[in-house]
């Protein structure tokens, strides 16, 4: 219902975007075509900045790269606008992976940073080569022909830069709902879950940043033969911050905010050019910045989220599971009951002078619940993490499913079969919680970008969405799946973390302090629920400090004390056990 209305509102601009040009003067035409290829920067913006969480500055010298590209294929080499076309995409495309390959492994701002120096040394590139008119630019540059239609007019260029704003819009939103956009989105927070996901960041971030580097493409491949005159000033550190302000008034988390921010930074400017000589008599024209600034400072005062999130509140929720015929999605074969599924050999790990975890052996058995139990400090977390491949193994051998897991990334160890739990809750608190199911089942799905923008992976979502919401129902999550992650209490937000872990397929689960902070009846909850996993043939390594939440539940118990391994026996013997008693005792004292 909500869905036939929202393509009803999709159509009804598209209609009014196709009337435009019979009913508004030919310079607002020309306003709208500027605004079209803006609007293609900033949803690639919107993607990688307001998504991802990758901000940059130097998206305008992607657009200059791939206008230069055109103007010298069409008005130095006189070849057709097609051809420069084709050379626009392929450079800025190559450029960006270039780029992208060497700045995205650089951490928080200094990739911002990075942006900048590259978005001004493109720029001076520009203006200092001779067979690109140095900084006097490129004049006379034809417009694109259509068949033996030449797109000169600003009204004739209009459906061109339109219909290729519109169909990149359906492209994004196709994308953002598939299984690489659900990576993309899952990308800001932090990579450790997407890792333990085993989903690639490195790869993600590499995508977004070369899509948004396409759309600049496209966009200066426009404006080129729109302009018809390019110089590198339209390319340069400032446009670069216009673009990130449009992303931004807009609400960057949405590529139709691209568009709404490319719109209203555009009018605005031109706003301010037309009245504000009219109220200065005619003062100089850096005042027009400084006014641009302020509202660009009090709007975000007012709607730090853009526009798109402000009139979303109005708008009913999009509830929507992909249809068809759902072939269930493979699963693993679980080994057989008492195979030595995980063994842990002789595995040291020192922090400096400190051994957290000292010579340390243990096997998990196939459909057990083991607990690894001991007071703070005695290097749990630090064994969880070398299982999971958070931490390197410093010593020792650990063996998963009859391999070798030791220096494995632990996005590899996920896709081997081990699914992890946090012990601060990770989630994606603006996703729903179908959305954050699905992120645990990425590496069970193949679409890659291509197949999720074109919605050619309707039959994997389907099957991919079925089991989602099959594991929500396992751990009693069924009720509203499509309710925002962040709005469920502790318990079951840990619930949910169990769901997204089963959605892996796993063939052992590792649970840090499951039971931590949660209230009584939450803890009996979270029992039944393992419990009920073990019977159906999951095997569950268990990391606690809480000793009654693990006395009831476990099958065998390991305990850990000052990084060594103290014993290792049945619960009824562990309680019993007054080695176990004193270090627990003294770890209170
Ligand atoms: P537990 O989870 O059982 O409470 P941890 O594995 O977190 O214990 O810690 C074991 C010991 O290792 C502690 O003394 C802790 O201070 C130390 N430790 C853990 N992680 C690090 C680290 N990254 N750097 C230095 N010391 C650490
Ligand atoms: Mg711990």
Not at 259 to 265: I, R, Y
Not at 401 to 416: N, V
Not at 492 to 512: G, N, S, T, Y
């Amino acid at each position: 219902m909500t869905l036939a209305r929202l393509r009803l509102a999709a159509l009804v601009a598209v209609l009014c975007l196709a009337a435009a040009p019979f009913l508004v003067s030919s310079f607002s035409v020309t306003l709208l075509n500027y605004i079209g290829v803006y609007a293609l920067v900033a949803i690639g913006l919107a993607l990688l900045t307001g998504i991802g969480g990758i901000i940059s500055f130097g998206q305008a010298a992607f657009v200059g790269i791939a206008a230069y590209s055109s103007a010298w294929v069409s008005a130095v080499s006189g070849y057709s606008p097609w051809l420069g076309l084709c050379l626009a995409v392929v450079l800025t495309c190559s450029v960006a992976a270039f780029l992208g390959l060497i700045t995205l492994r650089l951490r928080g701002h200094f990739l911002s940073l990075s942006t900048i120096a590259w978005g001004l040394a493109i720029y001076f590139l520009f203006g200092n080569i001779p067979t690109l008119g140095n900084f006097n630019g490129i004049a006379a540059i034809p417009p694109i022909p259509i068949g033996s239609l030449k797109l000169s007019g600003s009204a004739q260029i209009y459906y061109l830069i339109w219909a290729i704003v519109v169909v990149c819009l359906v492209l994004s939103y196709n994308l953002l709902n598939s299984r690489m956009g659900r990576a993309l989105r899952a990308l800001r927070g932090g990579k450790i879950l997407v890792e333990s996901l085993g989903i690639n960041a490195f790869r993600v971030k590499l995508a977004a940043f070369v899509i948004a580097a396409f759309l600049a493409s496209l966009s200066g491949w426009l404006y080129a033969h729109l302009s018809t005159f390019i110089s590198p000033s339209p390319f340069g550190a400032e446009m670069g911050i216009e673009y990130l302000m449009m992303a931004m008034v807009g609400g960057s988390g949405s590529p139709i905010g691209g568009v709404l921010g490319a719109a209203l930074v555009t009018l605005l400017k031109n706003g301010i050019q037309d009245y504000l000589p009219l109220i200065t008599k005619g003062a100089s024209g850096e005042l027009e910045i400084v006014v641009f600034s302020t509202l660009f400072i009090l709007f975000l005062q007012r709607a730090p989220r853009g526009i798109v999130p402000f009139v979303a509140r109005f708008m009913p929720q999009l509830r929507h599971v992909a249809p068809g015929t759902i072939a269930k999605l493979p699963v693993r074969a679980q080994p057989a009951p008492g195979y030595p599924l995980l063994i842990v050999q002789d595995v040291e790990r020192r922090f400096g002078g400190l051994i957290a975890v000292n010579h340390v052996s243990f096997e998990v058995n196939a459909g057990e619940i083991l607990g690894l139990i001991g007071p703070n400090g005695a290097g749990k977390s630090t064994m969880f993490n070398l299982l999971t491949g958070a931490l390197r193994v410093g010593q020792g051998q650990i063996t998963f499913a009859g391999q070798g897991i030791c220096g494995q990334s632990q996005s590899h160890i996920a896709r081997a079969g081990i699914a992890r739990t946090f012990q601060h809750v990770k989630l994606r608190p603006r996703m729903t919680l179908l959305d954050n199911v699905l992120l645990g089942a990425h590496p069970r799905l193949h679409a890659g970008l291509l197949r999720g923008a074109l919605r050619l992976d309707r039959v994997e979502e389907a099957s991919a969405h079925a089991e989602a919401l099959r594991q929500l129902a396992r751990v009693g999550l069924s009720d509203d799946p499509f309710m925002l992650a962040g709005n469920l209490p502790l318990g079951k937000q840990r619930l949910l973390e169990i769901a997204r872990a089963l959605a892996a397929d796993p063939l052992l689960l590792v649970l840090d302090e499951p039971a931590a902070g949660l209230r009584r009846q939450e803890k009996l909850r979270m029992a039944e629920l393992l419990i009920a996993l073990r019977d159906e043939h999951l095997t569950i390594l268990l990391v606690e400090h809480d000793m009654e939440f693990v006395m009831g539940l476990v099958d065998r118990i390991v305990v850990m004390d000052f990084g060594s391994k103290l014993c290792e026996d049945a619960p009824a013997a562990i309680r019993a056990d007054p080695r176990v008693q004193e270090a627990y005792l003294g770890s209170i004292a």
